[in-house]
Structure formats: structure tokens, C-alpha cells
T-cell receptor, first 116, second 117 residues
Framework: AQTVTQSQPEMSVQEAETVTLSCTYD???????LFWYKQPPSRQMILVIR??????QNATENRFSVNFQKAAKSFSLKISDSQLGDTAMYFC?????????????FGTGTLLAVQP | GAGVSQTPSNKVTEKGKYVELRCDPI?????LYWYRQSLGQGPEFLIY????????DSGLPNDRFFAVRPEGSVSTLKIQRTERGDSAVYLC???????????????FGPGTRLTVL
């Protein structure tokens, strides 16, 4: 079975600074996706970034980028130029590719507070 | 529609009552998922529909929970004889398909917060 671990329950960063959120996972699969989702107080889970495991290049989306280390099973999220609107719960998630069910397996989340 | 919608936004019920939670996926999305998020936890998978059929219901905690999607669009999660432990946020997500491509990305609704007194 796959597991996702987020070891930082809470993080804080000053506005305009850079912060990195950690995620590790355990799987015997070789073909999978990894995701970071953001959940603000509104509860809506918003996709931040997605990484295909077969791609060596790290995914980037504007101020968000990942450091994907497949051998180490590590998938950290870097947020540059942090903004107040980035304050939210961040979840790392795993999805097996090509399975019968594309269910997501989530970590327990990291609560990020961006301070003015 | 513009996004996944869920109704009601909040539901308060008494122990032992029956509740229905509704999910309206993004138009054209054939795959639909239900997740349950307890306080301080990440979402946990409940059930997956591909079209009208439940392709995987392995996450349903017991037989008090079941879900339907009769026309392959709107889905209803039904909980019988609710218990206090059922209190959680119930999230719905949809995607285009499950073929291992970019269409697998799941888009979530705002959830229904269920409180069982």
C-alpha cells in the first residue's frame, strides 16, 4: 500500500520570502503521479502542481515549483515570493498511474501561514 | 458547469438519521470520486464512479454508506443511521477519465460539512 507523509504540521513565512514544504511517500509502483493541493479556509481543494513520475524535469507553475527525487521518494514544494493569499493547508498526494482506480492518497497536510 | 458543486454546504443532523449529500461534477467528466476528510486529516477515498457504475467502493467504511450516480452525472452519497463518528467534510471530485493521461487530474468541490449531534 502507498503512504504519504508530511512531517511539518505547520510552517510560517514572511511575505515575499521563499518557503519549502516537505513530502515523502512510500510505494513499490514505478508509474505514478504526485500532486500538491492547496485548501484555504473555504475548504475548496485547489490543484497547485502536478508531477509525472516518469519525467525527470521538475514541474513548475509560476511561483510554485517542486523538487522531485524519485530514488529518495521525496516531493517537496517550493513557494517563491510568498503572498498573503498563499495562506492555506497544503496537501501532498499520490496517484498510481494506469490502475483501475485513480484514487488519490493524501498526506496529513501542512498548514502554511504567510505573515505580512 | 464551471466547477464541481456540492450541496448542501453544511448539514447538521441527529444521531440515527438518514442524510443525502449531492455532487454535481464538471460537465463532461466521466469519473467521479467521493472522499471524507476528518478534522486535522487529509481526505480519504470512499468510492469511485466511472460513468454510472461504482468501479471501486473499497473505501466505504461500512454498509451504512452507499452512493449512486444513475445518469452518469450527478452523484448522491447516502448515509443511513448516522453516527457521531460520521461527522466530517465530504468532498467530491471529478475528472475526464482514468486512462493514465493528463485527464486524470481531479478537480474538487467545496465539500459538505456534516455534523452529527
Amino acid at each position: 500500500a502507498q503512504t504519504v507523509t508530511q512531517s511539518q504540521p505547520e510552517m510560517s513565512v514572511q511575505e515575499a520570502e521563499t518557503v519549502t514544504l516537505s513530502c515523502t511517500y512510500d510505494t513499490s509502483e514505478s508509474n505514478y503521479y504526485l500532486f500538491w493541493y492547496k485548501q484555504p479556509p473555504s475548504r475548496q481543494m485547489i490543484l497547485v502542481i502536478r508531477q509525472e513520475a516518469y519525467k525527470q524535469q521538475n514541474a513548475t507553475e509560476n511561483r510554485f515549483s517542486v523538487n522531485f527525487q524519485k530514488a529518495a521518494k521525496s516531493f517537496s514544494l517550493k513557494i517563491s515570493d510568498s503572498q498573503l493569499g498563499d495562506t492555506a493547508m497544503y496537501f501532498c498526494a499520490f496517484m498510481k498511474r494506469g490502475g483501475a482506480t485513480n484514487k488519490l492518497i493524501f498526506g496529513t497536510g501542512t498548514l502554511l501561514a504567510v505573515q505580512p | 458547469g464551471a466547477g464541481v458543486s456540492q450541496t448542501p454546504s453544511n448539514k447538521v443532523t441527529e444521531k440515527g438519521k438518514y442524510v443525502e449529500l449531492r455532487c454535481d461534477p464538471i460537465s463532461g467528466h466521466t469519473a467521479l470520486y467521493w472522499y471524507r476528510q476528518s478534522l486535522g486529516q487529509g481526505p480519504e477515498f470512499l468510492i469511485y464512479f466511472q460513468g454510472t457504475g461504482a468501479a471501486d467502493d473499497s473505501g466505504l467504511p461500512n454498509d451504512r454508506f452507499f452512493a449512486v450516480r444513475p445518469e452518469g452525472s450527478v452523484s448522491t452519497l447516502k448515509i443511513q443511521r448516522t453516527e457521531r463518528g460520521d461527522s466530517a467534510v465530504y468532498l467530491c471530485a471529478s475528472s475526464f477519465r482514468t486512462s493514465g493521461g493528463a485527464g486524470d487530474t481531479q478537480y474538487f468541490g467545496p465539500g459538505t460539512r456534516l455534523t452529527v449531534l
